[in-house]
T-cell receptor, first 111, second 110 residues
Framework: KAGVTQTPRYLIKTRGQQVTLSCSPISGHRSVSWYQQTPGQGLQFLFEYFSETQRNKGNFPGRFSGRQFSNSRSEMNVSTLELGDSALYLC??????????FGPGTRLLVL | EDQVTQSPEALRLQEGESSSLNCSYTVSGLRGLFWYRQDPGKGPEFLFTLYSAGEEKEKERLKATLTKKESFLHITAPKPEDSATYLCAVRANTGNQFYFGTGTSLTVIP
């Protein structure tokens, strides 16, 4: 069974730009969660989608948004990028409320 | 407030020197406690899920245990390939969000 895939793996943007990250969950998994990981803050929850609906949201500004498609693939968008948005963005998929499996992440660098 | 604290932040062991990592948690109703391993530049790799106090799970040199307030990840006779950051997370009964600790960075010296 293929694991969680994330694209792109690496991204360099400049302040003020926007970015879209993609996540394809494990086949059959309907829940997709997004996390931001930085050395200082560790893993922080962004939001979770289940069956195309946002089910949970963390404490991030409205510049961070997401969506999920009918095939369970999910995208995350960050608008008006700031230097502090540089991080590893991780996606995790699960079957309902069971164990979550993470993708390799997208490394975003904002210059 | 739901939160997770891991200790120590970093641990250096000689190959074969067994030890334990700690994960203390406060959560309003535990749905599950999860252990992950993360190698540099990679996503976390799922290790274990524990659901109730007294539960134990094993995988190779790793054994996870759970009490009402904390979990331990015991590493028996570690090898250099066990070097990684070990993350603990909890999921509460209310909501579906994971709360992660900041991890323990383990280095096993040959």
């Amino acid at each position: 069974k293929a694991g969680v895939t994330q694209t792109p793996r690496y991204l360099i943007k400049t302040r003020g730009q926007q970015v879209t990250l993609s996540c394809s969950p494990i086949s059959g998994h309907r829940s997709v969660s997004w996390y931001q990981q930085t050395p200082g803050q560790g893993l922080q929850f962004l939001f979770e989608y289940f069956s195309e609906t946002q089910r949970n949201k963390g404490n991030f500004p409205g510049r961070f948004s997401g969506r999920q498609f009918s095939n369970s693939r999910s995208e995350m968008n960050v608008s008006t990028l700031e230097l502090g948005d540089s991080a590893l963005y991780l996606c995790a998929s699960s079957f309902g409320s069971a164990d979550s499996y993470f993708g390799p992440g997208t490394r975003l660098l904002v210059l | 407030e739901d939160q997770v604290t891991q200790s120590p932040e970093a641990l250096r062991l000689q190959e074969g020197e067994s030890s334990s990592l700690n994960c203390s948690y406060t959560v309003s109703g535990l749905r599950g406690l999860f252990w992950y391993r993360q190698d540099p530049g990679k996503g976390p790799e799922f290790l274990f899920t524990l659901y109730s106090a007294g539960e134990e799970k094993e995988k190779e040199r790793l054994k996870a245990t759970l009490t009402k307030k904390e979990s331990f990840l015991h590493i028996t006779a570690p090898k250099p390939e066990d070097s990684a950051t070990y993350l603990c997370a909890v999921r509460a009964n209310t909501g579906n969000q994971f709360y992660f600790g900041t991890g323990t960075s383990l280095t096993v010296i040959p």
